[in-house]
């Protein structure tokens, strides 16, 4: 089993910055692909980013330019730098694992709010 754990949600007005942390444990040799979901109220989940072991990675249109996910290989964690953030990226950030073909867990989701 693969446990993830979220950190570095809070409010943060338009335009500025956060930095999410996701570190795993358990099963991590069996991850292959880690990555960022977020869900607002009354809408579905939906991905961020995405980064493979081999470090590709894949961006939602609406966030590319803006946000970078990255992976600290040595301390098992992924991380999502936001920068120049609006309001409609407020939103419940989650973070999963999977091997490639099956999710094998998601954290238990922190909130991130953009408002002034």
């Known amino acids: 089993q693969v446990q993830l754990v979220e950190s570095g949600g809070g409010l943060v007005q338009p335009g500025g910055s956060l930095r999410l942390s996701c570190a795993a444990s358990?099963?991590?040799?069996?991850?292959?692909?880690m990555g960022w979901h977020r869900q607002s109220p009354g809408k579905a989940r939906e991905l961020v980013a995405t980064?493979?072991?081999?470090?590709?990675?894949n961006y939602a249109d609406s966030v590319k330019g803006r946000f970078t996910i990255s992976r600290d290989y040595s301390k098992n964690t992924v991380s999502l730098q936001m920068n120049s953030l609006k309001p409609e990226d407020t939103a419940v950030y989650y973070c999963?694992?999977?091997?490639?073909?099956?999710?094998?867990?998601w954290g238990q989701g922190t909130q991130v709010t953009v408002s002034s």
């Open positions: 999963d694992a999977s091997d490639g073909r099956i999710r094998l867990s």
């Open positions: 358990g099963s991590i040799a069996s991850i292959y692909v």
């Open positions: 980064i493979t072991n081999g470090g590709r990675t």
